[in-house]
Each structure stands twice: as C-alpha cells, then as structure tokens.
C-alpha cells in the first residue's frame, strides 16, 4: 500500500524539538496512526485499542509506563487519560523532547485531561482527510493568505486539475481508506463510519437516550453546510430543544467533524448578521448524510455551491491546521444580504475572498468587499477561488485563484 506523505510531518518534528510531547488530534480514520509511524518508524509503539494494554494503562498507569518507556508513541491515548499525570511526572523529570508522541480521537475527552495534566509540556496538532496537494504528492504547502507571491509560489509547483473531476472529488471525500483502497465502496465506507461514530464514540462520550435522533440531527446538520445556522430551525427538524442542538453541535465541532466560521468580530455597523455559518469538514460525508448518490447527481443538484465552498473552506483550513498553525477566518453578511464568503486575518490585514462556482469571475463578484474599506478596515490582497485553469488579476488588489492552487 503505499504511503501519501502528509503537510502535518514537517509540523510534528518542528514541535517535537520544542515539546517533551506531541500530541495529533482528528476525526477516526483521517490517518493519524499512519502519520505518526511513518514520521518515526524505529519508535517503540502501543496502541491502546488493545484491550489488555488499555487495561494496563488505566489500572497501573506507572507499571504501563515502565513497560513502554520514552520514545514512544502511544495511539488512542483517550481510552486512559489515567496516563496524563505520569507521563507530565515522567517528562518533567528528564526534560526529554519529543519523548511522548500521543494521539487520539476523542478530543471532546481528550483535550480535558491534556490541560489539566500536560499544560505547557504538549505541542497538539490536528490532522483531518487527505488534502489535493497530499493526493498529488505534493504536500509542502504554506498556510493560505491570498497574495500575490502565495499565488505565484502556488502556480509554480501545480500541475492543474481536470474540473469535470472536481464533484467527484467533492462527492468522494477525503478519507484516507478510499484513497488507499480504490475499490472501496463509497457508500459501504460511509455506512460503516456512521454507524461507528454514533454507536461507538458518542455511546462513549455522553448519554444521548435517542440515537435516531442523533444520527437525524447530523443529517440536518450536513443539508445545511455551507449556510448560516439557524439553532432554532435545527432544533424544529429534529423535534428537539436549542439547548440540545447546541449540545450536539459542540460534540461534532470536538470531534472534528464540523466547523463554524463566524461574523467578522468587530463590528461594521449594527446591521450584520450573529449567526455562524457551518460547513462538514469532509464533503464526502456530507453528501452521504444528504442522499447525494452521486458526483453527477450533486453536481446539478440544488446543493452544488455549498458542497463546492465547504469543500475550498476544508482545503484552506487544513493548510493552516496541517502546519501546526490556526486560522483567524470569519465572513461578512448583513441584513441587506450583501456577503463576502471568507475573511482571513493576518498581519493585522483582512483578505476577502469569494468562492465562485465559475470560471470566469468578473468585478460583480467582488463588489462587496468594498465594504470593508468603506468601514475603515485596513484590508489586503483580496481573491477570487473558482474553476478557472490559471491566476489571473482581477483588479490591483484582487486575483482569480483557481481552485486547483490550493
């Protein structure tokens, strides 16, 4: 089988020079097993989905230890957060580096124990699915700001993409198994990873009482990806109160599985909207969860916009994640419905960018993003991300960034 190299390795040894613990987060199956052993194939490895070696670690933590001493990676290290303070014991008195590499999927459990016990010793990461430029074997990508010298670094070492194969991919997902395995049925793969998810993680997790409507509820939480989130609208779906939405929703933002992007936080005005907009991080399980059978069928489906700008908002949050960095993105929309997609903060600039299911953007696809120096903000390159073939300028401060640059 062979290994896709991952954006996340030149993270993990960077952090690994400066933490005595390393610690990869993710939804199940994007790889973190995978990663981490290829990262550093001669360290000792014990994976905790072992119910004998769990019963170790969770009954004789010290003993665990002893037996798996540094350096060691230890997988699904959420079945015994028991771990936590004796490796903090452990690391504090070598003062090691790099010694612990750690990973698990439950972050909802997880991220607790890492605070209370390892605050200031972990360097945690957070991989998702496979990239495009970690399926093209081009995985070395820097973390998106719409310059002019990001979009020219980008155009020297992309080859293009074929844009009638674009919805498959969107449809497909980013999974590693259905990479890995071309013969992996789709609907077989994401079948089984529902029924996995609820019935294992959040059986775990906390008491949900009713599985249906919690498998309903993340139905309804994929037909909206790409849109702003309406509690109140969810919760009449589902037959359940706000309260429980919300409660819900922050269990799948925990796992991984979804991402709110919200309002620009300072305000233009009084006139902008409060509600984030939710995007899947992984478009193939959002086209599973909405009945889209297929990548024609969802291509000329009603939902062809959203799945397209939640699956550039997955792509552009992993090359922030996948460097071991975290992304400043908000949006723009008012009462007046004027919108810009997505903000990214840095440097003190705000970039606008839209994401245009076209090819050939023109200046009335930006004229929003005026708003934003009208209301004294101090703004950057801004880009267009379409399905153009290559980087054109649109204006002096705006670029069409064909999709297949990220």
């Known amino acids: 089988m062979d290994y896709f190299k991952r954006t996340l390795e030149n993270a993990i040894r960077r952090l690994a020079t400066s933490f005595p613990v390393v610690m990869v987060t993710g939804p199940r199956q994007v790889g973190k097993t995978t990663l981490l052993r290829n990262c550093d194939p001669n360290r000792r490895y014990v994976s905790l989905d072992r119910l004998e070696l769990r019963a170790l670690a969770q009954e004789n933590p010290d003993l665990f230890l002893q037996r798996f001493p540094p350096p060691v990676f230890i997988d699904e290290v959420h079945h015994a957060p028991q771990l936590l303070p004796y490796i903090k014991a452990v690391v504090d008195e070598s003062h090691e580096r790099g010694a612990f590499w750690l990973s698990g999927s439950q972050q909802f459990r997880l991220m607790k124990g890492v605070s209370e016990s390892l605050a200031g010793r972990v360097g945690v990461l957070q991989l998702q699915g496979f990239s495009l430029n970690e399926t093209a074997g081009a995985p070395d990508i820097e973390k998106f700001v719409p310059t002019t010298e990001w979009i020219e670094k980008r155009a020297s070492v992309v080859d293009g993409m074929e844009y009638g194969s674009i919805f498959h991919r969107i449809w497909r997902g980013n999974y590693p198994a259905l990479y890995e395995n071309p013969l992996m049925d789709w609907e077989d793969f994401y079948s089984s990873y529902v029924q996995t998810y609820v019935e294992r993680d959040v059986r775990e997790l906390i008491n949900i009482g ?197």
């Open 210 to 406: 009713d599985e249906l409507a919690f498998t309903k509820f993340i139905s309804a939480i994929a037909s909206r990806t790409g849109q702003l989130l309406n509690y109140s609208d969810v919760a009449k779906d589902i037959g359940k109160n706000v309260p429980t939405v919300q409660r819900w929703l922050s269990l799948l933002i925990a796992s991984g599985l979804v991402y709110l992007l919200y309002p620009y936080a300072q305000s233009i005005g009084n006139r902008m909207t409060k509600m984030p907009k939710v995007y899947f991080l992984d478009t193939g399980l959002a086209c599973y969860l909405t009945r889209w059978t297929s990548p024609e069928v969802l291509e000329s489906g009603a939902k062809s916009g959203e799945m397209l700008e939640t699956f550039v908002v997955s792509e552009l949050l992993k090359t922030y994640w996948h460097n071991g960095r975290q992304p400043n993105f908000s949006f723009y929309r008012d009462k007046e419905k004027r919108e810009i997609d997505l903000i990214v903060e840095d440097a003190g600039k705000l970039c606008p960018v839209e994401i245009k299911q076209t090819s050939n953007p023109t200046r009335r696809d930006i004229r929003h993003f005026d708003i934003l120096e009208e209301n004294g903000m101090d703004v950057g390159c801004g880009a267009v991300i379409c399905l153009a073939k290559t980087h054109l300028p649109l204006t002096d401060k705006v670029n069409i960034l064909p999709l297949a640059y990220l």
